[in-house]
Each structure stands twice: as structure tokens, then as C-alpha cells.
């Protein structure tokens, strides 16, 4: 899945929006009902940075520094009890993962972060072939998929059936010292990207992106509206769905779902997933009830309507409809394996697509951006 930038897409403009200098905007869809409109894009760049992006950042480098703390405890002291708390440390920070994978702009845009730190499958022929050797080089393009949290699922649950299992077999050897070390070469990675990421943040990304405000397409709001877009469209609804689900292939790959190796888990993380990207659409801060300026209060500021109808509130509902179909689903992995064709999680995966055209077709027309990345798969 990769983001191509050599072409625009061109989609049919309705309405018209600006900043905060104002514009005049026909709203319902009418030419007799022409208002002034005015809407502070940077306010809402504000928010996204300073409630949402920064502090989900910073919960998961908490959560990343807590998973390396339960690595040294369980490395000093290989029991079951400490494999238990290590592996629990490590869906925890998994989980917030979700919260920042789609905040790729910036930062993490110019390191590659989201691959760096979530490509599955694992490669776990390579990763074994790391821990026999000893000779590997992390930071290489090649070995993106035998780190992250994909390496570490192979690791912690998919060697043995069982902790007690998997602990006698890190006891003590080459193999185990070897296992333990690529282990905290894994989370040293992953921390020293997430400590670029976030002091890029701190430093002068924040107030480039804020200042950024204007309504052209290499601005803040065009860029990042484009680059949510692209994280729902292909990471949230191809890559933890569709793509297992064999909607673009044609053949169901079940091996190719997150987590696959603690399959119970798949389901979770596209939930916490979606939860982020609607809780970012309505401008919620991280961690709180409040909300300030966002993707919705801009279309209710437009008064922008689909077929008579409040079009943030349509997406929202669309969001709560997705939600309500993959929260019915047993693990993605059983619905996949268990069922010629998987019926019920194809029907889930449709509520989920409906709302790429909302998202990429009505929201992007009514505030007068252009999609900037082009795809295969249709909308």
C-alpha cells in the first residue's frame, strides 16, 4: 500500500470554503442562498495539534516506555508471571499505536514511521534468521517486516502453545540470549523512532503546521485532510480488512491480518482504530469528552447537506453503523477461516467502505480540497 503523488484527482466542486478570511459559500446547494462563510482553519489546526496529535502522541510514548520496562523485568527474570505482564504491556501499547498511526504527516511522514513500526505480515523467516545470525541492520527497508509490533507478536505468541512453553524455551541457550537481545534491539528501535517523531512535534513541526492555514493544496488542512483520507481508505479499511478479507484479490488471506499471531486481538485494534478516526473527525481531545474545531464543526459551519441531510452527522452515523457490524463479528481470523465466503464480516466491510465516498467525495467537495492520491480499488 503505497501513496502516490503523481497524480490529482479532480472531484466536482459544490461548494466553495476558505480560512478565515471568509467566502461565499451557497448553502443546502442552492445559488438563491448564498451566505458569507467563515471558518478559522487555524483554530482547527490548533486543536488537531495541541489536544488530539500531541498528547495521543505522548500517551503512546508512555505506553512504549512502560512495554520496554516489562522487557527488562521479564529479560532479568523469565517467568511466567513476567511473560504475562510483558506480553500485557505489549497489547497496551499496541492498542495506542491506534490512536497515532494515521497522524503520518510531518515527522513521522519523513521517516516512514507507520511502516517502520506496524508492516504485517511478519516476515518470520527473516526474523528467525536474525536471531540465528545475530547480523541484521534494523534500520534497513528490507527489514521492515521483521520489526515493530508485527516481530514482536511472532515472538511473544507465535513460537510455543503455551506460556510455560515459551518461558522453558527462553530459559537459558544461545537461542534464548539471542531472543532476548533482538527483543530489546526491536524496542529500541521502536523508541528511538517514536522519540524523533515526538520531538519533531515539540520543536518546530508544531507551529509549521498551525501557521500553515490556508486553503491551497501544500496547506496544513489540505495536506493532513488528504493524508486521514488515505489512512481510513487504505491502512483501517483495506489493510485490516479487506485485504484479509480478499475483496481486492479475490482469495481471502487470513494470514494477512494484524496481530496474527494473537488472533483474538484483530478485531481490537480496527475498533480502537476506528474510534480514533471518528473521535479525530469530531475534533474530541485525546482522553477527554471536550471538542473544539474539527472535519465536522467545519461542514456544520458550511450548513453542508447530502440529499437533505446534515452531512457530519450522516458520516458520524456511518462511523457508528461500521462499528455496530464489526463489534457483532467473532475474531476476524474465525470469520474469515470458518466461513465460505465470510458473509457477515463482507457485509461489515460495506459500512465500512460507505463511508470513504462521504469522506473522500462530500466532505473534500464541500471544503474544496483536492484528493491528491489515486487508487485501484474504487471508492
Not at 334 to 345: A, R, V
Request: hydrophobic share 40%.
Amino acid at each position: 500500500m503505497r501513496k502516490y503523488w503523481w497524480a490529482s484527482i479532480v472531484v466536482a466542486l459544490v461548494v466553495w470554503a476558505c480560512s478565515s478570511d471568509g467566502s461565499t459559500d451557497p448553502v443546502g446547494g442552492t445559488d438563491d442562498d448564498d451566505v458569507t462563510v467563515t471558518f478559522d482553519r487555524g483554530a482547527m489546526l490548533v486543536n488537531w495539534a495541541d489536544n488530539i496529535i500531541l498528547p495521543s502522541y505522548k500517551a503512546f510514548e508512555t505506553e512504549l516506555s512502560s512495554l520496554n520496562s516489562a522487557y527488562e523485568a521479564f529479560s532479568q527474570d523469565r517467568t511466567v508471571d513476567n511473560l504475562v505482564a510483558f506480553r500485557s504491556a505489549w497489547v497496551d501499547a499496541y492498542t495506542a499505536w491506534q490512536t497515532v498511526s494515521m497522524f503520518e504527516i510531518g515527522p513521522a511522514e519523513s521517516i516512514g514511521y507507520r511502516l517502520q513500526m506496524n508492516t504485517y505480515p511478519a516476515d518470520t523467516d527473516l526474523i528467525d534468521s536474525h536471531i540465528s545470525s545475530g547480523n541484521y541492520d534494523l534500520a534497513l527497508p528490507a527489514n521492515r517486516d521483521s520489526k515493530g509490533f508485527p516481530a514482536l507478536d511472532y515472538l511473544l505468541n507465535g513460537l510455543e502453545a503455551d506460556d510455560i512453553s515459551l518461558v522453558a524455551r527462553w530459559e537459558s541457550g544461545v537461542e534464548a540470549d539471542n531472543t532476548m537481545e533482538y527483543i530489546g534491539d526491536l524496542l529500541e528501535d521502536m523508541t528511538a523512532l517514536t522519540t524523533d517523531v515526538v520531538s519533531g512535534w515539540e520543536g518546530s513541526y508544531r507551529n509549521t503546521f498551525v501557521n500553515s492555514d490556508g486553503s491551497s493544496a501544500t496547506a496544513s488542512v489540505d495536506r493532513y485532510v488528504n493524508d486521514f483520507i488515505f489512512y481510513y481508505e487504505k491502512f483501517l479499511r483495506a489493510g485490516k480488512m479487506g485485504i484479509p478479507l480478499g475483496v481486492f484479490s479475490g482469495t481471502p488471506a487470513p494470514n494477512t491480518i494484524e496481530v496474527y499471531h494473537k488472533p483474538d486481538l484483530s478485531k481490537a485494534m480496527f475498533l480502537a482504530g476506528l474510534k480514533a478516526v471518528q473521535d479525530f473527525f469530531n475534533g474530541k481531545h485525546f482522553g477527554s469528552a471536550t471538542t473544539g474545531e474539527s472535519l465536522a464543526s467545519y461542514l456544520d459551519e458550511l450548513n453542508t447537506v447530502k440529499e437533505g441531510d446534515d452531512l457530519a452527522q450522516l458520516i458520524n452515523d456511518q462511523f457508528n453503523e461500521a462499528r455496530n457490524m464489526v463489534t457483532a463479528l467473532g475474531t476476524f481470523k474465525d470469520e474469515i477461516e470458518n466461513n465460505s465466503p465470510p458473509t457477515n464480516m463482507l457485509l461489515a466491510y460495506d459500512e465500512v467502505q460507505r463511508v470513504v465516498p462521504m469522506l473522500k467525495v462530500d466532505m473534500v467537495s464541500a471544503m474544496s480540497i483536492s484528493i491528491d492520491f489515486v487508487d485501484a480499488d474504487g471508492d
